[in-house]
């Protein structure tokens, strides 16, 4: 066998362990999430439920809205992230007795479903549409 050969067999190796194990990580996580807590139900059931409760709640301004906001993420990712949002949303809504999805909710909902370092693309993506960001300065800041 050359040199060149085992090389090529070595790194190839290397690829495959890295690869899968990125992969695992992330069915790990995914697992995770559908165990269900302490109420019997999983993460992903409460995003389910809070989706389903408030279906009939959202416009198509609305779901505009939740769209431009979470372009942003990558395409791979962007169903979950987009499920995720949706069931904060819901959560919030039904939290605070709203008859409809406003916009207010989604900005708040979205906050609080996003880790800290994606508040970025947010507020970036709030500015450009002038959408004032002062009464979301205590979300920001959690």
Not at 95 to 114: D, F, H, M, P, S
């Amino acid at each position: 066998m050359s040199g060149g050969f085992a090389l090529f067999i070595i790194a190839w190796t290397f690829i495959l362990i890295t690869l899968m194990g990125i992969g695992g990580f992330f069915m790990f996580r995914k697992f995770l999430k559908r165990l269900p807590k302490e109420d019997g139900k999983s993460i992903i059931d409460w995003e389910e439920y809070y989706v389903d409760k408030t279906r009939k709640m959202w416009t198509q301004e609305q779901k505009d809205l939740l769209e431009e906001l979470v372009s942003p993420v990558p395409e791979l990712f962007r169903d979950v992230a987009r499920q995720k949002i949706a069931g904060r949303i819901g959560q919030v809504a039904l939290e605070k007795k709203r008859k409809k999805i406003t916009q207010e909710v989604i900005i708040e909902g979205y906050i609080l479903a996003t880790p800290k370092r994606d508040h970025k693309f947010l507020i970036k993506k709030l500015e450009e549409k002038n959408i004032d960001l002062e009464p979301y300065q205590p979300l920001f800041e959690r």
